[in-house]
T-cell receptor, first 121, second 114 residues
Framework: EVRLVESGGGLVHPGGSLRLSCVAS????????MHWVRQAPGKGLVWVSR????????TYADFVKGRFTISRDNAKSTLYLQMNSLTAEDTGVYYC??????????????WGQGTLIIVSS | DIVMTQTPLASPVTLGQPASISCRSS???????????LSWLHQRPGQPPRLLIY???NRVSGVPDRFSGSGAGTDFTLKISRVEAEDVGVYYC???????????FGQGTKLEIK
């Protein structure tokens, strides 16, 4: 069974930093593209960032470029999201998402339970 | 950038009756490899989204056959043949783009029981 478990969320002041982790199990982590998707309270889903299978090609939404860094440790089956210069607009649940594809972005086929980030003074 | 537009944004449905959600993209979603990477997700309140259908009409294992996907190019539809209570929640269409590699989501359609 595919399992994605996020951690690292919490309350942070504007301008602060957080590092999210996502531990994967039940599949060969190093074979899959991985993404972070967020959802502000009461709002829809928004794509944040993606790592290819070996972590060499990293892609970001414009609104996080220069502030967030995605990375992965395939030996630990773990995906990360380093979040700096946080603002209130970054508040929401952050989901770790596995893509079905192994050499193409195909579909978000597995989702973690999410970790809540609240940016507030 | 591709924009995904869902209609309706809310859909009150009677139990046992059909429901239909439309998803329209601003550009054709047909990829040069012949596939169309259009999927449908379902999110129940307080839960993460769950993949229902991918590449337009492929149902994920365990998804009831009352769910079906169709469409091509820029127009896609999710149909529920007979709505059950467990189907409430928000449905999202999502396109997986290759250049840049990312997801583009529709706004979501809230399905509720009348």
């Amino acid at each position: 069974e595919v399992r994605l478990v996020e951690s690292g969320g919490g309350l942070v002041h504007p301008g602060g930093s957080l590092r999210l982790s996502c531990v994967a199990s039940g599949f060969t982590f190093r074979n899959h593209y991985m993404h972070w998707v967020r959802q502000a309270p009461g709002k829809g889903l928004v794509w944040v960032s993606r790592s290819d299978a070996d972590g060499s090609i990293l892609t970001y939404a414009d609104f996080v470029k220069g502030r967030f860094t995605i990375s992965r440790d395939n030996a630990k089956s773990t995906l990360y999201l380093q979040m700096n210069s946080l603002t209130a607009e970054d508040t929401g649940v952050y989901y770790c998402v596995r893509d079905l594809g192994t050499y193409l972005t195909v579909t978000p086929d597995s989702w973690g339970q999410g970790t809540l980030i609240i940016v507030s003074s | 950038d591709i924009v995904m537009t869902q209609t309706p944004l809310a859909s009150p449905v009677t139990l046992g009756q059909p429901a239909s959600i439309s998803c329209r993209s601003s550009h054709s979603l047909l990829h040069s490899d012949g596939n169309t990477y259009l999927s449908w997700l379902h999110q129940r309140p307080g839960q993460p989204p769950r993949l229902l259908i991918y590449k337009i009409y492929n149902r994920v294992s365990g998804v009831p056959d009352r769910f079906s996907g169709s469409g091509a190019g820029t127009d896609f539809t999710l149909k529920i043949s007979r709505v059950e209570a467990e189907d409430v929640g928000v449905y999202y269409c999502v396109h997986a783009t290759q250049f840049p590699p990312m997801y583009t989501f529709g706004q979501g359609t809230k399905l509720e029981i009348k």
